[in-house]
C-alpha cells in the first residue's frame, strides 16, 4: 500500500465523487478509478458504494478513511521534520564550554539565543576544562565548544576566536594592592603566591603571563596549580594568593576579591574562541555557527574574529 493510494482515497471519500476528486487532484478519473480498485483488491475490502450521483463509504471505508488521514498527517509531519534538518533548523546539537567561557555574557547569551531562533535544535551541555573539551570535540562527543585559548590545535579542528577582553589581577580582599588608585604593574606582584592553571586545562593566557613576567624581570612564584580558572578565585578568596583573569569573570566571590587592571599588560588578553570539526559546518551546527558569529559581530565591543585552521 501506497501513501501515494491513500491520498487518492482520501480525496474520492472527501468529495464523494471520483470525477470531482480526479479533478482536485489533477488528474483523469480512470486512473483514479484504478488506483481505487486496486487499493480495494490490495486490502480485500470493498470501501465505496457506487451509485449514479457519485460514491459513499463503507463501513470498511469508515475505518480506513481515519486511519489515511492519521498516518497521512505524520507522513507530512516527518517530512517536515526531515526538511527542517536539511535547513540546519532541527536536530541535536552537543555544545560545550570552559568555566571561564561561560563566565562570559555572551556564551549563556547566544545559548538562549540559539533556543529562541532555532527550538527545534535540542541543546545538549556540557562543561570540561580546554584540553578535555578538544578532545571531545575531535572525537565526535560534541559538535562544538567554547573555550579561551586553545591548549593544542589539533589537524581537523577549526578554532575561531569571537570576542577578546582584557585581563585583571585578581588579589584577596583587604590585600595592601587592593586599592591601588590607577592599573597594577607586573613588578608590584613579585612575591606574591600565584594560583595559575595548570597545562592541561588552559596555559596558553598563563605561558603569556609569565613570559610577561620574566620580560619584567622575575618568576611569580607559582604555589598552586588548579585544573579551572574558577578554582582559582576560589582559592583567591580564601586568601590563598593571586591570579590573573578574563575581565568577565570579575563577578566572582565580589565581596572576597579585589580585581584591578594590570597597567603593563596590555600584551595580555583573554579571547573566546569556538572549535568544531573542519567540515561539518552544515544542519544545526552550520545555524549554530552562523548564528554565533553574527551575535559576534553584532556586539559593539567586539573586535575582529580571526579563524585558524589546524
Given at each position: ?70 498516518l ?20 541535536v ?8 567561557a ?10 538562549r ?19 578535555g ?5 575531535l ?15 589539533p ?22 594592592l ?39 624581570g622575575?618568576?611569580p ?40 587592571p ?21 544542519g ?10 553574527d551575535?559576534?559581530?553584532g556586539r ?6 580571526r579563524?585558524?585552521?589546524?
Amino acid at each position: 500500500m501506497e501513501l501515494r493510494q491513500l491520498r487518492y482515497f482520501v480525496a474520492v471519500a472527501e468529495a464523494g465523487h471520483i470525477t470531482q476528486a480526479a479533478a482536485r487532484l489533477g488528474m483523469q478519473q480512470p486512473p483514479l478509478s484504478q488506483q481505487i480498485r486496486a487499493l480495494e483488491m490490495r486490502l480485500g475490502l470493498v470501501l465505496f458504494e457506487r451509485h449514479p450521483k457519485g460514491v459513499t463509504l463503507t463501513g470498511s471505508g469508515e475505518v480506513l478513511l481515519a486511519e489515511s488521514r492519521r498516518l497521512l498527517a505524520e507522513a507530512d509531519a516527518m517530512a517536515r521534520r526531515m526538511q527542517a534538518l536539511s535547513a540546519g533548523h532541527a536536530g541535536v546539537l552537543s555544545v560545550g564550554f570552559t568555566s571561564s567561557a561561560a563566565a562570559h555574557a555572551f556564551t549563556p547569551q547566544v545559548l538562549r539565543k540559539s533556543r529562541e531562533t532555532y527550538p527545534s535544535i535540542a541543546l545538549q551541555i556540557s562543561e570540561d576544562h580546554a584540553a578535555g573539551l578538544t578532545e571531545a570535540v575531535l572525537e565526535g562527543r560534541l559538535h562544538c565548544g567554547f573555550l579561551r585559548m586553545p591548549v593544542a590545535r589539533p589537524p581537523g579542528l577549526v578554532f575561531e576566536t569571537l570576542l577578546r577582553e582584557p585581563v585583571l589581577a585578581a588579589l584577596p580582599a583587604g590585600h595592601p594592592l587592593a586599592d591601588a588608585p590607577r592599573g597594577l604593574r607586573l613588578k608590584a606582584l613579585r612575591g606574591e603566591r600565584f594560583i595559575l592553571v595548570r597545562r592541561s586545562g588552559a596555559p596558553g593566557l598563563y605561558a603569556e603571563l609569565l613570559a610577561l613576567c620574566e620580560k619584567r624581570g622575575f618568576l611569580p612564584d607559582v604555589t598552586h596549580e588548579v585544573p579551572r580558572m574558577m578554582t582559582a578565585l576560589n582559592l583567591v578568596a580564601a586568601g590563598e594568593g593571586v591570579t590573573v583573569v578574563p575581565a568577565s569573570m570579575r563577578g566572582a566571590h565580589p565581596q572576597a576579591i579585589a580585581y584591578r587592571p594590570l597597567a603593563d599588560g596590555a600584551s595580555l588578553d583573554a579571547p573566546l574562541t569556538l572549535v568544531w570539526r573542519r567540515g561539518e559546518e552544515q544542519g544545526a551546527l552550520g545555524s549554530f555557527i552562523a548564528l554565533v558569529r553574527d551575535a559576534a559581530a553584532g556586539r559593539p565591543a567586539a573586535r575582529t574574529r580571526r579563524a585558524a585552521r589546524a
